[in-house]
């Protein structure tokens, strides 16, 4: 199973990092990914992190897992079409979608979300619910193959689940053992 998370400016750190470092210990794999021209990025908290690709390196067809982790550099999945134009694919291919804080507005926007039940940072909540999507107030929602999480302080509760619904839920519940949560 191949899982790839975007990384771009302005991530949120915990969103990602804490997200990456539980799958990881569940035994997947993630390719790191920013949209733009360099591997070497900052976080929303000034940490300097190297992605693996760059969005132009890899073909995204190839991934059966999209992560994106939310923070004020969501912005920056707005600026790619192409890749709003393989989450589109992948969501027809029935692919598994995650998204925290405010990166599932930018699902809602380019209709992904549509029909669906999704949650997000409370300050985007307006955008899920102008784009017909279900506004949930949880910490995370799964909805079929899409994950969504309202922000940094669910960042745990978002991994583990991302591992109960890629590999099961006695894998979730020794992880978080493991972890002492």
């Not at 302005?10 to 591997?39: N, P, Q």
């Not at 995370?140 to 309202?150: H, L, S």
Request: hydrophobic share 40%; charged share 25%.
């Amino acid at each position: 199973m191949k899982i790839a998370m975007f990384m771009n400016d302005g991530f949120e750190d915990s969103e990602a990092l804490v997200t990456r470092d539980l799958l990881i210990r569940a035994g997947l794999e993630v390719d790191t990914i920013a949209l733009f021209e360099t591997k070497d990025i900052i976080s929303s908290h000034n940490l300097p992190i190297k992605v693996d690709y760059l969005l132009d390196d890899v073909r995204l067809s190839s991934y059966d897992v999209f992560i994106l982790p939310g923070g004020k550099g969501s912005v920056h999945y707005y600026q790619s079409n192409s890749l709003s134009k393989e989450l589109k694919q992948a969501l027809k291919e029935h692919k598994t979608i995650c998204a925290i804080c405010a990166a599932p507005a930018y699902l809602a926007a380019i209709g992904l979300l549509k029909g669906y039940r999704a949650t997000c940072y409370p300050s985007f909540e307006k955008e899920l619910i102008e784009n017909d999507v279900t506004l949930v107030k949880d910490g995370v929602v799964v909805d079929d193959n899409i994950i969504t999480a309202q922000g940094m302080g669910v960042s745990f509760e978002f991994g583990l689940t991302i591992i109960k619904e890629l590999i099961s839920q006695n894998k979730m519940e020794d992880i978080a053992h493991s972890i002492c949560y």
